[in-house]
Every structure is written in C-alpha cells, then in structure tokens.
C-alpha cells in the first residue's frame, strides 16, 4: 500500500512536508506530479512548487533524478521500502491548489501527492500528522483511524479517489444535515461573527435534495406501477458528502470533487442571524452551492468519453464541456426556484443576466460552444482583451443550449430535459457519455432527432431562438435601453478616476472610432472624465463630440459620433396574460 505522511513543516513560510512510502519498489521507480486538476481544465505545472526531494532506503540514499518537469526516478536496490521527502509551497488561496498559513491550511491532492507509476490503482493511504495546537481536519476520505479533530489516517481506492478528496485544515465551523438520510458536512473558514450557519445548513439541505430527487426520479412507468405501493427514497451515489467553504473578502468560485466541493465567496454574502432578506449576494452563493453539487452526477460520474481515465501530465481534450458545465449551469438556478429558495421573479432575472452576457460578447458568432469547450485549454481560463470578440463561454451559452432544448420539448409535448439527464445516468451506468449518446438519450425521451438543434445551438454560432421559446411558456420578453458601455461597445474600468478601455468590442462605435484596450479617456469636449458615465453627463449620446484619450503617454483627439438611443438588455417577467396552456407549461417548468 502506497503511504504518505502530511506535516506542517513551516506555516509562516507556506510549507507543507509530505513523505511518501512506497513498499517493495522498482529497481527504477518513477513519481510525477500532475500538472492539472480534474474540473479546471488549464495545466497549471503544480510540481514548480515542490522541492528538496530526497529518497531513502532504509540507511542507503537513494538518487533521485529528474526526467521532465514534473517527473522524477528513484533508483532503488533491493525490496526495501523507498521513503521520499519534500516540501510543497502551498500559498495559492484558490479551490485548485493548497494553501498554508498561520490560521489555516487547504490542499488538493494534485498540488501534495507525487504519483507512483505503476501503483496508481491500488489503495493508498494519508496520515495527517503534524498541524497547530488545536487545529481540526475535514474531508470526504474514508476515515481509518482518526480522533475528534479528524487528526489521523485516511485511505482511498486508488489514485483518483485520493486525488479528488480535498482537505481543509484549521479553525472552522462545522454543521451537519441529512438530507434523504444520507449525512452532509458543511465547513465554513472565516467567516464574520454573526454568520447564519443553521440558516445555510437548511437552505443547502433543500438544494440537496431537490437534486437528488431530481437524478433518482423512476421512470414514468415505475412511477404508475408504485402508486399502491410507498414511494422508494431518493438517494445519491455516494455515502457521505462534505462542503468545504473558504469564506474571503473578495473572491468567488467552486471545484467540483466526487464526494465534496470546495467553494469560495465574499463573507459579506453570507446570510446573517436575525436577517431574513435574500440578498443577491447570497443568491450568487446559493447558486454556486447548488452548480457545484449538480457536478456530483454532472461531470464527476456522467462524463466525457475522453475523460474515462485521466490523463495527469497533459490536457486532456473533449467538446463536451458546453454539456458537463453549461447543462450544469442551466439547472443550478432552476433548481433554486424549484426548492423554493427563489421566485419566479429572481430567476427570470438570473436568466436574463446570462442571455445578456452572451449576446455582449461578439465571440458567440466567432466560436461555438464545442469549439470552445476543446479549447479551454488556452482560451477560458487565458482571457485578454480580445477573448470577447473571439470566444464565447461554454458556461453560459452552454446554459442556454439546456435551456433551448428543454423549453422546446416541453413545448412539443415530447418530455423534458430532466429525463433525458435521467435517461442518461441509467444507460450509461453513471458512466463515460459521448455526443452520439446525449443525441441518442433526446431522442429516446423526445420521440424525435434533436440533431439539428444541436447542429445548430452546440456547433453553430447563430443566436438562440429564445425569445419565442420563452414566450411559449409565459414568459415576457423585452428590450431595454443599452447602458453606455454598451453603446460605445467597450468594457472598461474607472478605478481612481482613470477611465482605462480593457475590450473593444467587434464592431462597435469605440472600434470604428480608432480606440483601441488600454486607452485612457480623459476628456470629452474638453471636459474631464473621471467615469464612463460621465459621457451621458457630458452630452456623447445627444451630439457628436471629440474624445481626448492618451495611449503610450501619447495625447489624441478622437472624433465620436452620437451615441444614440438603442435597445441592449434583455428583460424577462411572467407573462399574467399567457394563454392557459403556456402556464402550465411555465409551472410544470419550474416546479411550482
């Protein structure tokens, strides 16, 4: 069995000591890093932090030799246990990496863990030895021997299943629910004091069983033949499942993990005792909470073909990820209003936000979503200046594709999108899934080829015929006035009274005017400019005016012409006229 021991070696200097026993090892025994994470798809080169790798055989050093960037060979003699020693530098405040410092420490196994070659399937073991006096540990690892802090040994499967438990160690509130009689853990680090912990063990609890009705639902005939017999609970696949919630000034996000998930969000948006109100902010939390949960059937079981077995040292491609994100990203506010943690109202603006996000970006007529989800790689997760005109996200388009499909089946009457989710977790067996699958599942609960549509909305750019599907089910679709930004088309930033252009986007007045990212507006008709606003105040959509910016230290006069009145964002509100009909459809929809 494959061990490792993890100490803090030094808190203040960020480092963490890891040392790995390997029994009975290979004349040349080969150990690597991964160089990217399951669930952020951008190789991130974890082993530049690592150092001081030295190897032991009992008495005997060991030399160790380093093949590539993240791959070492230790060249044993004999049977004796090979022991290797190093420290990680661990100061990365994200969900991807780990984390160290006097009052708290974080880690993935992807970022501590060096891969024996050879063993990756067989169990390993974790001891979490040496932290700070009265520091505790929280994880999904199955538990060996472990006291009241959770101090002590862990084991899992194989590789994989050690690499996809993240650790958080340190103070923490800790609350536990059960939601479908199966226990869930909910770890919050730094958060204010006042912070509403039953109140965010209630609502997640809700979110959780929302969803695991949702995946465990019996087919329609099941259904028909049980309504004599007691209904069958619900439940999910996994035993035990643990949220792990950084809570930071700024900051948001969330890494999936088969039996937990590691989030991130501003402490201000968590809820506070004696408060009631439902904030945004804590409707973006929510959110996340429910996205990241989804990802449990969503990605981390149902997943790419080309995801079958990972490979650690390189990318690892596939088209699907406008399904495995954007499909995750369409049900993780439905089912917030379905539980009943929002209204209607909340999430028709929600999805207004996103169809307004990618109608702003001159990238969705450049790239589809397939091609976007292959190349995440180098373009999601590096974006510059340019990635709006060139790129569109396969989150939020994604969203809509889901969106679009399942609004059309309910209308045709031909089932729903939550049986083709459904259909799919069944034949597939919670496995591996390819495109002709997903084809295959619409058509089996449809009765028809979706082929077209998914021609058309996965591998096409054209826009989404969204407004007529809404208003199919009741839903009011209206355009607004478009805010400044949109109508010089720029997206920029006015911190300290600097106006700084960060995109120029495709086609619009700022491109046609000669401007270009990194340009300062400082003037309008001689007039000073502290905020992009101040072009209204200063007449830009009354007349035509001259804009006075500076690019390389250099001063320039920009001639712009009248930045009229035009329609921009989207706006959606129940439609109290629908037909009956549409209603219906709107409610059954929505889970009301």
Known sequence: MTRYRLDVHDAHAHLFRITLTVPQPQAQTVLSLPAWIPGSYLVREFARHLSKIEARQGQRVVPVVQKDKATWVAHCEGAAALTVSYLVYANDPSVRAAFLDARRGFFNGTSVF?????????????QIATLPR???????????????AGRGEYEAANYDELVDHPVELGHFWRGKFKACGVPHE?????????????????????????????????????RRARKSAAPASPKPPYARYVFMLNAVEEGYGGLEHRASTALIAPRRDLPREGLKTLTDGYVQLLGLISHEFFHTWNVKRLRPAEFASFDYTQENYTELLWFFEGFTSYYDDLVLVRAGLIDEARYFKLIAKTIN???????????????????????YYRSDENTPNSTVSYYTKGSLVALALDLTMRGEGRGTLDEVMR?????????????ADISAALRSVGGRSFER???????????????????TAGVNWTEETAAIAQRLGVRAGDAGGVVKLQSVLRGGAAESAGLAPGDELIALDDWRM??????????????????????????MRVPLPRLGAVTGNVALATDSAAPRAASQLRAAWLGR
């Open 530 to 555: 502290k905020k992009l606003d101040d072009l209204v105040l200063l007449g830009a959509l009354e007349r035509d005016t001259t804009l006075l910016a500076c690019r390389d230290q250099r001063l």
């Open 423 to 435: 259909s799919l977790w069944r034949s597939s067996q919670g496995g591996p899934i390819s495109h």
């Open 186 to 222: 909910f770890l919050v680090a730094g958060a204010l004091p006042g912070f509403d912990g039953e109140r965010l063990l209630a609502d997640t609890k809700r979110i959780c069983e929302a969803q695991i009705a949702l995946w465990d639902a019996p087919p329609a005939l099941a």
């Open 453 to 471: 549509e998914l021609n058309a909305w996965a591998r096409g750019t054209d826009d989404l015929p969204l407004r007529k599907l809404l208003q």
């Open 134 to 148: 009265g520091w505790q540990v929280g994880t999904a690892l199955a538990a060996v021997d472990v006291n009241e």
């Open 357 to 379: 996000q990618v109608l702003g970006t001159p990238g969705r007529h450049v790239q589809s979503v397939a091609a976007s989800s292959f190349d995440a790689w180098v373009k």
């Open 114 to 126: 060096l891969r024996v070659h050879g063993r990756e399937d067989q169990p390993h073991r974790v």
